[in-house]
């Protein structure tokens, strides 16, 4: 039998980067692209965030729980970019990566390395975004922000590896 600590790191598949957003302007609309450029200065090329040090260069959210929100606020479906947050990933459970790192991308390159931060919690604007209740909704499925640890380049379909 393992113990506790064994089991948080075992993971059972990768993850993959489902969407990709940014945003050139704080407040702004957020654009969707299909492949976005990482650094270790300043985050992703063209967001609001780029540039500026810390421990919140990138925000990710689970694929899996956009339906959960939508259906919290009466929705069939969610399009993320309403949640303003820059990465979707489907297939591994975000919430467990405290104090992880993420390889996204081709391994043989070394794709680019996240240090996860911490918990990414809604804001006011969730209210706005979704509705009465959207803030609500929202809590618990927020997402993460990571700090980027080795850059390159982030694209829809990637697989997302946790390290050890």
Known sequence: ?????????????????????????????????????????????GDHYS???????VTLIQ??????VAALTGRDALDPALLRRNLVISGINLL?????????GDPASGGVVLQITGQCHPCSKMETALGPGGYNAMRGHGGLTAKVIQGGTIGAGDPVVVLH
């Open 1 to 45: 039998m393992q113990n506790i600590k064994d089991l948080f790191e075992v993971f059972p598949r990768a993850g993959r980067v489902e969407w990709i957003g940014i945003r050139p302007e704080r407040r702004g609309e957020v654009s969707v692209v299909e492949s976005v450029e990482v650094s270790t200065k300043g985050g992703l090329a």
């Open 51 to 57: 540039g500026q040090s810390g421990n919140r260069h």
């Open 63 to 68: 694929a899996e729980h956009l339906p959960v």
């Open 96 to 104: 467990a990566l405290k104090d992880h790192r993420l390889q996204i």
